[in-house]
Structures are given as structure tokens and as C-alpha cells.
């Protein structure tokens, strides 16, 4: 394994935090006044829209899409430290740089199961950031960490399919661009293999009978740059069976295809993030007094940033370890590294945010700085693209199996 960065993997890093420095750091609270005077929460501010345009100018733009032929062509391994990157401003760069969730998995979704007809009509707009999109697969009756408990059902009627059902935390959909859902639902309930039942259709929001219904807050947050997390309600949405993306009962499958990609994206932005917060602690302990002498001499917290940097270059070596296996033996092969990272990023990165808020005193849940929103969103990736403890019981059954 050789981690080293080529030639093209440290061109774009040199862009991409020179882009961070001069345009992204400083834009995060110019974003947050104008989100504040906007008519709407939901609405896009004028700076984001310029960050997009600057990002896409200097060809910094859809890097996470391994297919040359509609993204930036990276291997994982040459994606990971690019991701690292904009992880450092979660909001912001992912958004501006058209690498952010879900659109992202939407895309890979499109690229890799879409027909031409799909491509042409939703993948091409998304490219262009035009559009976005919406991820609709966890139900709020159902324990949605078990799949083949989704319930809303997928019924073809003639050359239609009908979708009823309720989601939520639906990622996106409050936002006024987003134009299209990829929705999961069951097209064969009774079917006997339970990964088998489930399709997915593409449902564009106008549709009638889909209605969103509220946006859900995640630890009292909205997460507007992101679109939001809405619950959303099928109510015999009509659509053609031309909108079926791959084939019937494919669902199951394609979202294991899609959620494998989307984890190591997660894991790489935790990692900015983790930095993100151990530069805030450094910042934050030589400013600061207490009790007659700075904070960075006080032991406990030379001990808390000392156990940060390790904790966090250890995650990084085996999210690299696992972008490294992605690319040579395939997400199948890597299974066992993907549930690794997904279970030890988000502790290890939730753990590092914990110190810094409490570096930080009062001012670390405040909106004054970034690490409470850091923190939200950090904690969410323990149940995003299933609960930790999903991933634990499979990762065990593989390890026991060896000895069985």
C-alpha cells in the first residue's frame, strides 16, 4: 500500500485549499448573514452561487464521481484527501464543489443504473448543478435499518407505478431545486427473497400526490445548505414504469452499491472535520487563561489535543487503508474495511468535537462558532447509512465465521 499523493492528487489538493482559504473560510459568515435576510430559510444565497460558479471555473467540480465520462475520473484513494479538504467547512464546500450528499449517491445512482433516457433527463442537470435531489428510503413506522422492513409499496398499474408510503429524514428535499426523488419501496411484498422485494423508481417532486410534509431538525438544526431533511408522504404519486431505475427488484442491491461509496465519503469529511476542531482547540488554548496561567498549559488539555492527533491519524490510515482496497478489489472486497471505518470514524470524530466544545466553555454550544453544528452532524453519521450496530453484527458474523 502507498499512500503517497501523484502528481494529480497534490495538483488538486493546492488548489482546493488555496479555494478554501481565499473563498470558502471567508464565506462562511457572509452565508450565514444572508441566510438570515432571505425570504425563505430554504432558498440558495448569493454567495454560495458565486462560490459554485468560482469552484466550477478553476475545475474544481463533481470530483467525487469516479466515471471519467461525467466526473472527475479519481480513484478513491485520490478523492480521499480532496474530501478531507471540504470536510473542514461541511456546509459549504461540499455544496459549492457539487460533491455534496445526496446528490452525490443520487449521481453514482444515475451513472452507474440510469438509462440513457435518465441519464439524458436528471444525471446531466445534477452534473451541472442545476438541480438537486433527494434519497428517499427511511420510513419513520419501520425499524429503516433493517431494510426489507420498508414498507411503502411500488404497484404497477398498467404502465404506471403508483408509491404509496411515508419517509423522512429525506436529505435535500426542502430545497426549492430539488427536482427529482429516488425512491425505494417494495414492488413484491410477498416475494420469498426478502432482498428481492424491493425497486426504485424516480418520482420528480411535482408529481401529484407527493407532499412534503415538514422539515425534521437534527439536534434542533435544519441543515439548509444541504436542502434540509423532510419527511415526505406518497399518496398513490403516479408515475410511468419508464422511471424505473435497472429493474424490478433491483432496489435492494442498488442501494448496497449506493451506500458503499456514500460511507467513505462520510468518513473522509469526519476526518476535516476532526481537524477542523483540533485547529480550533489549538487556537482556543494558547488565547485563553485560566487560573493564572494559558489553557494550552494546563495538562488536561495538552492531554486532549495530544489524543486527538492520534486518534485522528489513525482513522485516516484506515480510511485510506479502505479507498486503497475499494480500488484494487472492489466494494465487495473491501466489505470488512467499509464497516470498519463507518463504525470507528464518527465515534472517533464525535469524541475529538466533545473536548474541543468543552475547550471552548460556553461558547462551544453556541452559534458563535462552528463546533455544536460540527457535533450534530458528526453524531447523526453513528445512525446514517445504518446504525453502528448494524454494522457491528455484520462485521462480527464475518469474523466469527472464519472459526465456524
Given at each position: 500500500m ?43 444565497v ?41 470536510g ?84 435535500g428535499?426542502?430545497h ?146 479502505t ?33 474541543a ?16 453544528e ?26 466469527l465465521?472464519?472459526?465456524?
Amino acid at each position: 500500500m502507498d499512500f503517497a499523493f501523484d502528481a494529480r492528487t497534490e495538483e488538486l489538493r493546492a488548489k482546493l485549499l488555496a479555494f478554501m482559504d481565499e473563498y470558502v473560510y471567508p464565506a462562511e459568515q457572509v452565508a450565514h448573514e444572508q441566510r438570515e435576510r432571505a425570504a425563505s430559510p430554504w432558498e440558495t444565497v448569493p454567495v454560495v452561487e458565486e462560490l459554485k460558479a468560482e469552484a466550477r471555473r478553476q475545475g474544481l467540480w463533481n470530483l467525487f464521481l469516479p466515471d471519467g465520462g461525467y466526473g472527475a475520473g479519481l480513484t478513491n484513494l485520490q478523492y480521499a484527501p480532496l474530501a478531507e479538504i471540504m470536510g473542514r467547512s461541511p456546509q459549504l464546500a461540499p455544496t459549492v464543489t457539487n460533491c455534496a450528499a445526496p446528490d452525490t449517491g443520487n449521481m453514482e445512482v444515475l451513472a452507474q443504473f440510469g438509462d440513457a433516457a435518465q441519464k439524458k433527463q436528471w444525471l446531466e442537470p445534477l452534473l451541472a448543478g442545476e438541480i438537486r435531489s433527494a434519497f428517499a428510503m427511511t420510513e419513520p413506522e419501520v425499524a429503516s435499518s433493517d431494510a426489507t422492513n420498508i414498507t411503502t409499496r411500488i404497484e404497477r398499474d398498467g404502465d404506471d407505478y403508483v408509491i404509496t408510503g411515508r419517509k423522512w429524514y429525506i436529505s435535500g428535499a426542502m430545497h426549492p431545486d430539488c427536482a427529482i426523488f429516488i425512491v425505494m419501496g417494495k414492488t413484491d411484498p410477498d416475494g420469498a427473497d426478502l432482498r428481492r422485494q424491493q425497486s426504485m423508481v424516480l418520482v420528480p417532486r411535482n408529481t401529484p400526490g407527493v407532499t412534503i410534509k415538514r422539515a425534521m431538525q437534527v439536534f434542533g438544526y435544519e441543515d439548509h445548505y444541504h436542502g434540509g431533511h423532510a419527511e415526505v408522504i406518497f399518496d398513490q404519486a403516479r408515475v410511468p414504469v419508464s422511471n424505473l431505475i435497472g429493474e424490478e427488484g433491483g432496489g435492494f442491491a442498488i442501494a448496497q452499491a449506493r451506500l458503499g461509496p456514500g460511507r467513505i465519503h462520510h468518513c473522509m469529511r469526519l476526518i476535516g472535520m476532526a481537524e477542523r476542531a483540533i485547529e480550533l482547540m489549538c487556537r482556543r488554548a494558547v488565547s485563553r487563561n485560566a487560573f493564572g496561567k494559558a489553557l494550552a498549559q494546563q495538562g488536561v488539555v495538552q492531554n486532549w489535543i495530544a489524543d486527538a492527533r492520534v486518534a485522528v491519524e489513525q482513522v485516516r490510515l484506515l480510511v485510506l487503508k479502505t479507498a486503497w482496497m475499494m480500488d484494487t478489489v472492489g466494494n465487495r472486497g473491501a466489505h470488512t474495511e467499509i464497516q470498519a471505518i463507518k463504525i470507528a470514524t464518527p465515534r472517533t470524530v464525535v469524541g475529538i468535537l466533545d473536548r474541543a466544545i468543552q475547550l471552548y466553555g460556553a461558547g462551544g454550544v453556541s452559534q458563535d462558532f462552528p463546533l455544536a453544528e460540527l457535533y450534530a452532524g458528526a453524531r447523526t453519521l453513528m445512525l446514517a447509512d445504518g446504525p453502528d450496530e448494524v454494522h457491528q453484527r455484520s462485521l462480527a458474523r464475518r469474523e466469527l465465521k472464519k472459526y465456524l
